[in-house]
């Protein structure tokens, strides 16, 4: 258990719930009747409600963003590094607002919920949901909460594919949209891995078609590996280097093993786990498959494939910005090989050919794509100057 | 405020967009921001002028202008500056070109090389000016391109780039008129408002 809650999280935090009982007609041309949106908010919406912020999660997130489910949750939120008093999203200045979106394992209603239509549950039948589709949940939780227009939409990877949505769908609802780490669009590459994750899911034999949990069982394998390889694709060479080569450095002071420190200290010469790197990846895969559903996981990989916000304005994504005034902030890791620079640049390029405000920052990092997780100088340092700007903008006081 | 800063802002029109490429800790934009409520976008590459760009609320890309600008579209900004930044560049001329191309109007200002300090400097010493105005030895200069007031005139007459005002100031950045009278010899800072002819 954490002892002490450090003085800079939001500490306790309670998820709450929300009934829509509204249809929601999805991209797909599916309507979904209801659902149950599970949200948790952080810091206190001012009385002219301006100063809202959404923070929008990733493949793998959820609504926990900030603080502790309880004192004896070993592990915060996921973008504790991020949110907190004083830190970038700063809780004494914003009210924080981050959902668990549709089709996820973390109450929202998803393939693990009970389908009320047939009792049983939804599994394989929830149909693919789209980030066009989170926007519209996400501006229906928005208006049940009595916000007109959020100071900031935020951000990273999947998250800041979002808010690109947001600026795109809802343009006059917005003031700043904050995208890190994302891309205008998946690459080939990024697909081709996003097929892998999803063919190791589908034909574990614990899978049953997507009806695993009716058999009381998942495809632990088969998500342990999907989650090996997209594990992969999060950290650099770099970073893997670093992580992994730390026993030799330490005994030998020889940090030129390229990462490959040894589990045991020698070859087993058997097709077993020799090397640190291998052990940590299962150690990953295994966690993650204990605690994430797997039709989520083949969804959520399929919204990542969808997403092109230019189908709409004949392949020119420039003009999918016209409309709107919000300014934009982009912000990129030098070692991103899964959305790297180049990427950000398009957008960046993107909305300047629109005529739109931008901010752009290339970070120099060795983390890889999770860098837009970890507490990087450089990148809080700017996260937190431009909210303190938009704080200042929005509710005219000189912070 | 700089003296220099209070000649280039006379040059920008109210809600105007202007480009500012070097920008540095975003000042410039900042005041013209401030005072004329223009549309700002700063291209910088310094780190820590990048954060203070946004400490200072100006939009900032982080850009290396040696490498173009081709991603921005002509006639998209009313004015491009280049304050103090030109003769740090690989390829002046052919930024100055693209500020053309992308600006209706351009401003550049320079350090003049001609100035007499420099002239009595190097005819004295030998050696290459260092100033406190030009504080940097020969080899760890980022400033590759200098030039004098008559150089970037005869760049003008060459590109047929239509000069509206050369304002050339000394040190006080105050333009006298024996600076007017002799400006490669006595201005020190040179403050162009160029167009396309």
């Not at chain 1, 069982?217 to 080569?245: C, E, N, W």
């Not at chain 1, 969804?299 to 304005?313: E, G, I, R």
Request: with cysteine; proline share 5%; glycine share 8%.
């Amino acid at each position: 258990m954490t002892d002490v809650i450090p003085e800079d999280s939001v500490g306790i935090v309670e998820p709450q719930q929300l009934h829509i009982d509204e249809p929601l007609t999805l991209r797909s041309g599916k309507v979904l009747p209801a659902c149950d949106i599970v949200y948790e908010t952080y810091g206190e919406l001012n009385s002219e409600k301006s100063n809202a912020i959404l923070v929008c999660h990733a493949l793998s997130g959820d609504h926990h963003a900030a603080g502790y489910h309880a004192s004896e949750e070993m592990k915060p939120g996921w973008w504790e590094t991020c949110i907190g008093p004083g830190k970038a999203i700063d809780t004494n200045l914003f009210y924080v607002v981050s959902m668990n979106n549709l089709g996820g394992c973390g109450g929202t209603t998803g393939p693990a919920s009970i389908n009320p239509e047939t009792g049983k549950y939804w599994g394989p039948d929830f149909p693919v949901v789209t980030v066009r589709d989170w926007v519209k949940s996400q501006a229906m939780l928005m208006d049940r909460l009595g916000i007109q227009k959020w100071a900031a939409v935020v951000g990273g990877s999947l998250g800041g594919m979002q808010v690109l949505r947001w600026a795109i769908s809802y343009p006059e609802r917005l003031d700043h949209a904050i995208c890190i780490a994302a891309a205008p669009k998946l690459s080939a590459q990024n697909i081709a891995f996003n097929e892998v994750a999803r063919q190791s899911i589908t034909t574990d034999p614990n899978f049953h078609d997507g009806h695993y949990l009716e058999n009381n069982t998942y495809p632990k394998q088969g998500l342990t590996l999907a989650r090996m390889v997209g594990h992969i694709t999060y950290l650099s060479d770099s970073a893997m280097r670093a992580k992994f080569g730390k026993t030799v450095a330490d005994f030998e002071s020889d940090e030129t093993n390229f990462g490959r420190d040894l589990r045991t200290g020698k070859l087993s010469f058997g097709f077993n786990v020799d090397f640190q790197v291998e052990s940590y990846l299962h150690y990953q895969g295994e966690r993650f498959s204990a605690n994430f559903d797997a039709n989520t996981y083949l969804l959520m990989t399929k919204a990542l494939d969808y997403f092109d916000p230019s189908v709409d304005y004949e392949g020119d994504l420039s003009k999918a910005f016209t409309n709107g005034t919000c300014k934009f902030m982009l912000v990129s890791f030098s070692t991103d090989w899964r959305f790297p620079p180049e990427r950000s640049r398009e957008l960046v390029n993107d909305l300047l050919k629109a005529g739109r405000e931008v901010t752009y920052l290339e970070v120099e990092a060795d983390q890889g794509h999770d860098a837009f997780l970890l507490p990087i100088p450089r990148y809080i340092n700017a996260f937190k100057a431009y909210l303190a700007q938009v704080h200042h903008e929005v509710c005219g006081d000189a912070s | 405020m700089r003296p220099d800063l209070d000649i280039i802002q006379q040059w920008i029109e109210p809600n105007s967009r202007v480009l500012d490429l070097g920008c540095g800790d975003g000042d410039l934009l900042h005041y013209l921001k401030t005072t004329k409520q223009v549309k700002e976008i700063g291209l910088e590459i310094d780190e820590q002028n990048i954060q203070r760009c946004i400490e200072n609320g100006v939009n900032v890309i982080e850009q290396n202008l040696d490498k173009g600008l081709s991603n921005f579209q002509s006639n998209s900004f009313e004015t491009v500056l280049l304050a103090q930044t030109l003769q740090a560049l690989s390829n002046p001329d052919k930024l100055i070109d693209e500020m053309l191309r992308i600006g209706k109007k351009g401003i550049v200002t320079f350090p003049n090389f001609g100035n007499w300090k420099s002239r009595l400097y190097l005819a004295t010493k030998g050696r290459m000016p260092v100033s406190k105005f030009m504080p940097h030895q020969w080899y760890d200069t980022p400033n590759i391109h200098f030039c004098t007031v008559k150089d970037f005139d005869a760049l003008c007459s060459n590109k047929g780039i239509k000069v509206l005002t050369r304002t050339v100031v000394d040190s006080q950045h105050q333009g006298s008129w024996a600076v007017k009278s002799w400006p490669n010899f006595l201005g020190e800072i040179a403050i162009y408002h160029i167009t396309r002819d």
